[in-house]
Nanobody
């Protein structure tokens, strides 16, 4: 059984940084497409960033230039480096991955940007 385990969320001041990690455990050969979504209170879940198996990336306009998605195929892990964080980045961030041709979601991790 495949699981996505997230870590790295928390409370940070505006302008600060956080790094989220999403590790695939269980019977997972490798991560195909990996990504991060976020959901703020009262809003729908939205795409933040995606990364393809060959390292191609796609970002939401609101995070371009501030967030960087990357991957470590050996460790079956996807990362999201978040810099210059703003209060409007506050949300529950969820990892998404396609493994073994099936789609999986992480449990979600809270990111709060506040002074």
């Amino acid at each position: 059984q495949v699981q996505l385990v997230e870590s790295g969320g928390g409370l940070v001041q505006p302008g600060g940084s956080l790094r989220l990690s999403c590790a695939a455990s269980g019977n997972a050969f490798s991560i195909d497409v990996g990504g991060w979504y976020r959901q703020a209170p009262g809003e729908q879940r939205k795409l933040v960033a995606l990364i393809t198996p060959y390292g191609g990336t796609n970002y939401a306009d609101s995070v371009k230039g501030r967030f960087t998605i990357s991957r470590d195929n050996t460790r079956k892990t996807v990362f999201l480096q978040m810099d210059s964080l703003k209060p409007e980045d506050t949300a529950v961030y969820s990892c998404y991955a396609i493994l073994n041709k099936d789609a999986y979601w992480g449990q979600g991790t809270q990111v709060t940007v506040s002074s």
